[in-house]
């Protein structure tokens, strides 16, 4: 363990430079990575009770690459019975001073993590009848800006919001309705022994495919996973396609279709002509992937490298469904991605709702008289969500607004996501 915990906090290093935390672990070896990942969110997610300790153990700032290990190892200690992991603290310490020794950097340290470990270990399990360390209220990681936000528009809910994305997210399962139904893929997991509740809907909105693992498992263990039986995706995201609500022969843009999971749920509702693109070259690969697992490439599927906000990819016919999941702060997903808050500036957001506003006016130009846009992003910030959408209703007197969740708030079910549906009021123009 103690090489996993040196590459961990290497990691934190990286993402406390500005990269992001998928992209590091991108470029692990296929058998490090589970246990680094591991690793790294969970400190990340436990980052101010952490620091609590190391502040309060070492006054004096200790080095960058020395806090992050730490910060790793107190994670570790921090794990409770409820996550169905713990090591003995005598393992943590004995692997974090191992992990001292792999780089230049942080091998002076040992002597300083052995004692402050020793520490730690005593303030969060003192003998019987002494004072346990508090827990802090909100565990997860903000900046003062971004909890700001919430207070304000949160006001009653901003606690439970920072409590639920400190917490691992749940495996969410959907079945591909064109292979099995829930009820049918439900019996396949119970053969397995592995325990699911089906998620029923979500604001209102029925969910026929979605299922809650109970207990966390690898992909490799779920039956039929590399034949496309079924995808990882939380119940939130779920709601986007039934929303949209594909046709046969529909013919329907996701314009910013990456790594898929939308564009195959799309295609596994109807068979529809589907247009996924992406304006990141380095993830059509994932787009196309998922659509081969999914058994759902047809030559009616096309995935295509462009910019949604301009029209140098488009060949001019008009689409019945636009599926615009914008880029956005990612402030609602931050369970699954806890580096996020790290990565995050304020003045990011005035760029990313000016970008939002480029993809919802061009997109809608695209789209047929009488066809339907679903605007979509995984924040929490209404700049990025109902400011949006009032916006654009005020910009667009053809854009009739239909019924829709508006902001979903992260719960043990779902992420953050808004969901923005519009209807473009005209018909189809006469020779």
């Known amino acids: ?20 935390l998928t992209e590091v672990l991108d470029q692990l070896e296929v058998q490090e990575k589970p246990i680094v990942q591991s690793l790294t969110f969970d400190a990340l997610r436990k980052w101010v009770r952490s620091h609590e300790l190391i ?13 992050h290990l730490l910060s790793v190892a107190i994670a570790l200690f921090l794990q409770d019975s409820s996550e169905g992991k713990g090591y003995p603290a005598h393992t943590i310490v004995d692997q974090a001073v191992r992990a001292c020794s792999e780089y230049d950097k942080t091998i002076y340290a040992k002597g300083l993590v052995n ?6 270990d005593l303030l969060l399990h003192p003998p019987k009848g002494e004072h346990r360390y508090p827990p802090d209220p909100i565990p997860m990681y903000v900046p003062a800006w971004w909890r700001a936000s919430l207070k304000k528009n949160y006001s009653k809910q901003w606690q439970a919001i920072l409590f639920a994305q400190a917490r691992r997210a749940p495996l969410i399962l959907r079945v591909n309705r064109k292979q099995f139904s829930r009820e049918q893929y439900q019996l396949l997991l119970s053969e397995k022994g592995i325990a699911s509740t089906p998620i029923a809907s979500i604001a209102g909105i029925n969910l026929s495919e979605a299922l809650l693992v109970t207990s966390p498992v690898p992909v490799s263990e779920l039956p039929g996973f590399y034949g496309g039986a079924v995808s990882v995706q939380d119940a939130g995201a779920q709601v986007a396609a039934i929303l949209l609500n594909p046709q046969p022969g529909d013919l329907i843009l996701d314009a910013c279709a990456a790594p898929g999971g939308k564009t195959g749920h799309l295609l596994e509702l109807a068979d529809c002509r589907m247009l996924a693109l992406e304006m990141d070259a380095q993830r059509l690969k994932k787009i196309e992937g998922n659509l081969e697992r999914l058994h759902l490439y047809s030559e009616n599927v096309k995935v295509i490298h462009g910019d949604a906000s301009k029209s140098n990819w488009w060949g001019g016919e008009l689409f019945d469904k636009i599926l615009l999941d914008a880029p956005c702060s990612a402030s609602g997903i931050v369970s699954r991605h806890p580096d996020i808050p790290f990565l995050r500036r304020a003045a990011d957001i005035t760029s990313l709702q000016q970008k939002q506003r480029e993809l919802l006016t061009h997109t809608w130009q695209m789209l047929k008289p009488e066809g339907l846009l679903l605007y979509v992003t995984c924040s929490l910030f209404p700049e990025e969500g109902e400011d949006q959408a009032i916006w654009f209703a005020q910009q667009h007197s053809n854009a009739v607004r239909l019924g829709a969740p508006g902001q979903l708030l992260p719960s043990e079910t779902n992420d953050g996501f808004y969901y923005a549906l519009f209807r473009k009021k005209g018909h189809e123009p006469t020779n």
């Open 1 to 20: 363990m103690f090489e996993a915990i040196a590459i961990a906090a290497q990691a934190i290093t990286e993402v406390m430079h500005g990269r992001s």
């Open 55 to 67: 502040k309060q153990l070492i006054p004096k700032a200790p080095a960058p690459e020395i806090d």
């Open 115 to 120: 004692a402050v470990l020793r520490k730690v």
